[in-house]
């Protein structure tokens, strides 16, 4: 039944983030801060998915190859989000309430979307995953992914 429950709570996570992000990308008007509060959840639902698969990988959560579809899937999902629709210009770190966002994710726009490309790729893999040797062996490409991103494009905590 846990397996079952965060599965459900990765779906959710991303329907709200979504539904979210819909909501203020139809403002015409948007706030900086209503941008940066989207992403910061948008980047929330994809550590609670990441804590699924690392604690899966770990053993520490039995292997369920639906649970690992979901989280994989709930990160891909996030990954294929256009980054224009929540990193819009304004919000870099000191113009925007808790923004770490670097100003390079304007300067480079290509670069970023490489980044969001890049975990999509990777979760791609793990959404295949059959087994705990599979999931292990895509953990690394994953990880990778993240901390590339949050390297070039995000800046220290304030």
């Known amino acids: 039944m846990k397996a079952f429950t965060k599965s459900h709570f990765a779906i959710a996570s991303a329907a709200a983030l979504f539904a979210t992000a819909s909501v203020a990308s139809s403002h015409a008007t948007k706030s900086s801060?209503?941008?940066?509060a989207a992403r910061h959840m948008m980047m929330e639902v994809v550590a609670?998915?990441?804590?699924?698969?690392?604690?899966?990988?770990?053993?520490?959560i039995a292997f369920n190859a639906g649970l690992v579809q979901s989280a994989a899937g709930g990160?891909?999902?996030l990954a294929k989000i256009d980054p224009t629709s929540l990193w819009?210009?304004?919000?870099?770190?000191?113009a925007a309430d808790l923004s770490r966002?670097?100003?390079?994710?304007?300067?480079d726009p290509a670069g970023f979307?490489?980044?969001?490309?890049?975990?999509?790729?990777?979760?791609?893999v793990l959404m295949g995953a059959e087994d705990l040797d599979a999931l292990r062996a895509g953990m690394g490409p994953l990880?990778?992914?993240?901390?590339?991103?949050?390297e070039s494009y995000r800046g220290p905590k304030n």
């Open 88 to 94: 819009t210009e304004g919000t870099e770190q000191g």
């Open 101 to 107: 966002a670097k100003t390079e994710i304007w300067s």
């Open 113 to 124: 979307a490489q980044k969001f490309e890049d975990m999509a790729t990777a979760s791609a």
């Open 75 to 77: 990160i891909n999902m």
């Open 48 to 60: 609670k998915n990441m804590g699924i698969l690392g604690s899966t990988a770990k053993g520490e």
């Open 33 to 36: 801060n209503a941008d940066v």
């Open 143 to 150: 990880g990778g992914a993240c901390k590339a991103c949050h």
